[in-house]
């Protein structure tokens, strides 16, 4: 099993920042780290939940929705092997909701890492609330 933990979510005014991290632990996840994509999602009340990034925790390859290009990057820690974190600027009221993290054991394609049923293991979610 794996779990992932969310943190560093919270209330900013359009234009800020934040990052939020995603912690992983679990014996699977700290044998076979290396074959994981970390990506990370959002869900709005009343819309349907959207990928927002993703990374290959071999080689960092990366994937961005194209709505965050440019404002959002996702990146991970390979000292700690265990965390993923997403960092947000000029955020905007329309990047309001709740930011899950999510684990996909691998392998994956490119053309999968934005959908969100390829993935094996979810946090439990962080609210981010932008105000105008």
């Known amino acids: 099993q794996v779990q992932l933990v969310e943190s560093g979510g919270g209330l900013v005014q359009a234009g800020g920042s934040l990052r939020l991290s995603c912690a992983a632990s679990g014996r699977t996840f700290s044998r076979t780290f290396s074959s994981y994509v970390m990506g990370w999602f959002r869900q709005a009340p009343g819309k349907e939940r959207e990928f927002v990034a993703a990374?290959?925790?071999?080689?960092?390859?990366?994937?961005y929705a194209d709505s965050v290009k440019g404002r959002f990057t996702i990146s991970r820690d390979t000292a700690a092997k265990n965390t993923v974190d997403l960092q947000m600027i000029g955020l905007k009221t329309e990047d309001t909701a709740v930011y899950y993290c999510?684990?996909?054991?691998?392998?994956?394609?490119?053309?999968?890492?934005?959908?969100?049923?390829?993935?094996?293991?979810w946090g439990q979610g962080i609210q981010v609330t932008v105000s105008s």
């Open positions: 999510a684990a996909n054991q691998g392998p994956i394609t490119t053309a999968t890492t934005s959908h969100w049923d390829e993935y094996d293991y």
């Open positions: 990374i290959r925790w071999s080689g960092g390859s990366t994937y």
